[in-house]
């Protein structure tokens, strides 16, 4: 299984809940396509993990101006594939004659192969995708503050997934500078923040993400409504030698994701040190966050 390989196994298996997809399955898929077609294959993976990855960063707007400050939590981002992200178009490779094009099925899409006439009764198949409607993905989070209404914000993983998977390993860290601070008659919490994320699998994968976020929110009693805009990117680079070339040719692509502005409105609930919030993500990549975690 070369390195490509290696990285659609490990991201289907801890982003996909309820997809248990075999290795060798996911070998015989991606050997029918070069990096044409699997950029097509695999944007709109790039697109959800990219809009997951910059998914739950704040549950209120509320930074002390000065005065310590920890939270500890874990966060669940869920992206809803679409309709249009389980086909893509695709062309027919190698010496198939003659070349054609065809809704193919994505890495999302419809568990059945696309097939293609030919001269000489050949046919051309595209192989199926995994029938994923959602994409999921839990990380632990710790924020710390504050310094002159200025709070830091880690996000860390790293892990052995195996010989046949290598190394995930990421690292995320953000700012946010409370606004409201310097604004004594607004009624709501008021907070600009900015994120930036590394992903990695292995020596072949990376993946970043960035968010600048406006962030909002008032809080009564046990209960905060919370809020926000921001401007968000993600991009995905693999690089691979295809199998059973002889001359070891690198393969390379970079996939970014289609999000760029989202909006926020969340609820959060506080039970003394525990909080509990959930937010919905608008955009042209919509996520659900729901976390939970501790501090004061």
């Not at 930074?63 to 389980?86: H, N, P, R, W």
Request: aromatic fraction near 10%; include cysteine; charge should be negative.
């Amino acid at each position: 299984m070369h390195r490509l390989h290696r990285f659609i196994l490990a991201a289907v298996c801890l982003l996909m809940s309820g997809t248990l997809v075999h290795a060798q399955k996911i070998q015989d898929t991606l050997s029918k396509y070069t990096s044409e077609n699997g950029q097509g294959y695999l944007q709109p993976m790039a697109d959800a993990f990219g809009a997951d990855m910059n998914s739950g960063f704040f549950h209120h707007a509320k930074v002390k101006k000065a005065g310590l400050s920890i939270y500890a939590g874990m966060v669940t981002m869920t992206a809803f594939v679409a309709e249009d992200q389980k086909t893509f178009t695709a062309s027919t490779e190698e010496l198939f004659y003659p070349p054609a094009t065809a809704e193919a099925p994505t890495i999302f899409g419809k568990s059945e192969s696309v097939a293609i006439e030919g001269v000489g009764g050949t046919a051309y198949l595209f192989p199926p995708g995994f029938d994923v409607k959602m994409v999921p993905v839990a990380v632990p989070q710790v924020s710390i503050g504050s310094l002159l209404g200025t709070e830091a914000l880690l996000r860390y993983m790293d892990l052995d997934l195996g010989e046949n998977w290598g190394q995930l390993q990421l690292f995320g860290w953000g700012v946010r500078h409370s606004i409201s601070q310097y604004l004594a008659s607004l009624p709501f919490d008021l907070a600009v923040g900015f994120y930036q994320q590394n992903f990695e699998i292995g020596d072949i994968v990376e993946a970043n993400t960035t968010l600048i976020s406006a962030q909002a929110s008032r809080t009564r009693g046990v209960l905060t409504l919370y809020g926000g805009l921001g401007h968000e990117s993600s991009n995905l680079d693999i690089e691979y030698t295809a199998e059973g070339d002889p001359e070891s040719e690198k393969i390379s692509f970079a996939l970014e994701g289609q999000n760029s502005i989202r909006f926020t409105v969340g609820l959060g609930l506080n039970l003394g040190p525990v909080k509990l919030h959930a937010d919905y993500n608008i955009a042209n990549q919509n996520v659900l966050a729901i976390g939970i975690g501790a501090g004061f």
